[in-house]
């Protein structure tokens, strides 16, 4: 029981981490790439067309990790399911 409120206490430290990060990550890359570009000039493009570019990667592995983590969680309830059948 307390392993699964360890877990929920966690998700909701990760929300929060996240729904500061929907709003501000835009904000931040774009202020970066104006800067970059008013000290660089065209050139900052090739480094925008990457960070496009490699968009679909981060997905796929944000996907991946989702999936592990989902795994993980499952084998953590198994282990704690077990471990209160032993102790009753």
Same mark, same amino acid.
């Given at each position: 029981?307390?392993?699964?409120? @360890? &877990?929920? =206490?966690?998700?909701? #430290?990760? +929300?929060?981490?996240?729904?500061?990060?929907?709003?501000? %990550?835009? !904000?931040?890359?774009?202020?970066?790439?104006?800067?970059?570009?008013?000290?660089?000039?065209? @050139? &900052?493009? =090739?480094?925008?067309? #990457?960070? +496009?570019?490699?968009?679909?990667?981060?997905?796929?592995? %944000?996907? !991946?990790?989702?999936?592990?983590?989902?795994?993980?969680?499952?084998?953590?309830?198994?282990?704690?399911?077990?471990?209160?059948?032993?102790?009753?």
């Amino acid at each position: 029981m307390v392993n699964l409120m @360890a &877990v929920d =206490a966690q998700r909701i #430290m990760q +929300l929060v981490q996240s729904l500061n990060q929907i709003w501000s %990550a835009p !904000l931040q890359i774009c202020v970066a790439i104006y800067f970059l570009y008013v000290t660089m000039g065209v @050139a &900052v493009m =090739a480094g925008l067309a #990457m960070l +496009l570019l490699l968009v679909p990667l981060n997905l796929l592995i %944000a996907r !991946l990790v989702r999936k592990i983590q989902v795994k993980l969680l499952y084998t953590r309830i198994k282990r704690g399911s077990r471990s209160e059948h032993m102790a009753t």
